[in-house]
């Protein structure tokens, strides 16, 4: 599996570290919303199919990327950097 | 020249001799031979002894799908089992030996269990395996005694226990096409990329390139197909952008058209040159993956298939054809298509007399008539073999009349004499690399076998291209075209009109006679390898497995080396029968990397020994030149004690903590993780980290911090020191600095990517030294220029900067050991110097050098919690560090860690335990109430660190247990029966020595 680096360019899977689901929502940090802290530290999407996730070049340059992957195929359908901006689209 | 030898032919160098043995005995072959064929040569027909009947076998196929000849090779004490004698090339020394036999191939013992058939049928082990009272052994435990012996009975080669010596190779390869499979479609394929400047790679798991064109006797472009393919080999040879791999079977084809392979590099020489490995495992990346990989001939099933001297008719021709040997003398065939009349005929020109051809079909074609008459063999269309006849060779064979539609048997039986049966039961197209990647097969009725999907797979991690006989195209014509079709689309150039090499070939149907088994009485066998019955799959049907996944599992069917490359499709087929469905609807299983047996050296390669880097701190070699005896922690090494001559590890701790309290000690804590945490917002986001506050920490001081995981369960602590406004140095447990690190990094890049803060791991630029007791500030204040460590300068976490030796450091004052204690940074490539400057310093005042243990035992006097205590279960309160958790800001953790079950009375918490009995206390041991050894029950909770305590005179110990303070001075039992401790002890506050904190207040 190859993910695409913004900063790096296409890179091997081992050097990146799965960083869990990136359709969490952290809550605010002062909130008291127990409910909505448990879905953000517990409950994990497992789609058979496009799944946006989080991955850490931590092999590289570090950076957090937020990757579309599909967990059927393996295909890599976007990366970006989690922070934002430099979204590359596109199949690898 | 043996009598099975012919004279002329094949690719075999008659002038060069190779001697090798054999189960001991000496044989002599040709440059070109393999084991396989030097020893048919040698009019061997006995190679190997069945899997669960110990029934004699001989050779069946004459390449990689081989499942009886299966040998040892010896190099030396390195044995490698399980290796097909097809795929060994022969060389002057080869030592081989066969397999599953006692005492000798010719003479096994273990043949008795072909009495013993009914017994061993499908599921044995299941059925078996449970059972009988017998004696004081009951029921499944008799039979796990039974197992040793009768696995010892059933098997395959063993492997050895030597160290191997050989060197193992791992490459990464980049191309734009890979071929897999060297027949003339991917030579073609592999020309015609290249022709278009792609950076091509070949790879065959044979020694010579050409496939079929090898021994199928065609003729191609006017010259024999096996000229014609070396002729295109040479055309690719020269070629830049062309890597040819022999002896590479591409065995794994993973996501993003990444390939596995193995490379023979020199399994096939006497002795290896220079720097080669014996075996290359090679990574490729392949833009687009030409698939040509074949196909396979299947075996028909009928009684008595098995005997050696029954093999497969193409086996057969490629032993004629390629090495110049007969597998027999009087040959019959016996097949359900059009392919063995050419291997009748190739026989037959190689010196061989066929005496017959039995066909299941009643309609035989004219061209396939004359062909026939061409073999001088007689046809008996319409008939089937029902028996064969011999003992460890073939003497003859029985037909009766077959009704190839309904399968009866019908008329007399009628004897052939013959030495060797040749049968073809269809082809099944190679499609194991396709089936890895999820292409799911399709039953192609007119060619009775399982098709790759479409001849090509164009998806964003896939992409390859069928030709030639993996499509099910079988004949050569077919495949020159689909193979430079293939070439040309892999390399993005256009199709090509241009005319294509002609190939002059026997007619033939591709489409076989929909005929699997015959039959008759006997056992007919599916999988040669495993011992797997045409009756055993029906048996497994009638107990209720219809699932093909299942009845694969039940009959072991297909899951020997050769993971049913013969066996698959008449396995399947009689299953369908038995079902009463077609077989597209019983469906078939997935075929999984590798496609042949992979030694792990291969997938080691250079990796192996000690794989862990080793992480060694600045002052490692004083250390060791100092009778460090050093100590591994995750993968820094430190030292665990300075041990005099005749001291135990013990004695040695206990001088060395006493000496610190007494006097002073040092001790080198370069290894803890090391954070700088910088920039304007650098206070707000340690605020959010940790559980207490930083942003009112004033420069030049530090503070105990605690971080919480998100979930509210205790994380990691450490001290963090404020350099500057916007520049804090965080420090963590040795163990867990990366953790703490990604962790950081995580919030700042995807939680928080607002606030204005760098980390950077800065653990191996600085070195330690934390130096305590009652003399430590005399000693610092000796060897310390350009600032005071007195209180008023440097109080109880404040931070001075000044020289040591020269060298610039930072001193900050904090203890672990509760003592007097400062901790003592330098530049890492200075920590030598100031170690040693900072030793000289102590030397009138009797300074110790410590290490873990002592540093552990004064951790423990002083009740610290460590990674032991912060084990990931356990809550800050539970840990008595509720007072760090600050009520006037939410942290990380903050909202999780009152949750219900985390606050409850009945938690685990930090307790001291003193032994009542002198004795030493154990990690792990557990707490309990009642004076109960014989049936210690209801642990209250277990020991985390455990120590004997110089300060205390006791042995002691730190222990998470149930109710916590509650339980202060009230007595309990340690149980520990894997150690065989069981005795008194008190609970007791964690702090156990100087509980006020006054030695480091000073």
Redesign the interface.
Known sequence: ??ITCPYCGPRDVIEF?Y?GDGNRE??Q????N?DA??A???DRLNPAGDHNE?W?H?GGC???LRVVRNTV???ILSTA????GHKTEG?? | MSPRRTETGGRIDRLRTIRFTFDGAPYTGHAGDTLASALLANGVTLFGRSFKYHRPRGLLAAGVEEPNALVTVLRGEVREPNIAATMVEIYDGLVAVSQNRTPSLAWDIGALNQLGGKILSAGFYYKTFMGPVVGPLKGTRFWMFCEHFIRRAAGLGKAGTAHDPARYERMNAFCDVLVVGSGPAGLMAAKAAADQGARVILADLEANFGGSANWSGETIDGMHAADWAQRAVGQLEGNDNVRLLPRTTVWGYYDGNTLAALERVTDHKEVAAKGEPRQRYWAIRAGTVVLATGSFERPLVFPGNDRPGVMLAHAAERYAVEYGVLPGQRIALFTNNDSAYRSAVALKKAGAAVVAIIDVRADVSNEMRRLASDAEAELLAGHAVVATEGGKALTGLKVQRFDATGGALSGDERSIHADSLLMSGGWSPTIHLASQVGAKAEWDPARQAFLPPKPTQRRPNQQWIGAGAFTGSFSTAEAIAEGRAAGLQAAGGAASSAPLPVVEAAPGDPDPAPVFEIKAKGKSFVDFQHDVTAEDVRLAHREGFVSVEHLKRYTTLGMATDQGKNSNVPGLAIMAEALGKPIPEVGTTRFRPPYTAVSIGSLAAERFGDLKPERLTPMHDWHLANGARMYSAGLWYRPMIYGLAGETVEQTYVREARATRDSAGIVDVSTLGKIAVQGPDAAEFLDRVYTNMFSTLAVGKARYGLMLREDGLAFDDGTTWRLGEQDFLMTTTTANAGKVMQHLEYFLDVIWPELKVTVTSVTDEWAGAAIGGPNARAILASCVTGTAVDNAILPFMGIVHGRIAGVPVMICRLSFSGEMAFEVYSGAGYGTRVWEALIEAGKPFGLVTYGLEALGTMRIEKGHVTGAEIDGRTTARDLHLDWMLSKKKPFIGSAMMDREGLIGSDRLELVGVIALDNRALNGGGHIVEELDEANPHDSLGHITACCYSPALGKYIALALVEGGKARHGTRAFVSDPLRNRFGPVEIVSNHFFDPDGSRMHG
């Open positions: 599996m190859l570290t960083q952290r809550p940090p002062a909130s008291q127990l802290w448990n953000y530290v517990y989080i850490q931590s570090r950076a957090h195929t393996h295909e950097f989690a922070r934002g199949r690898s």
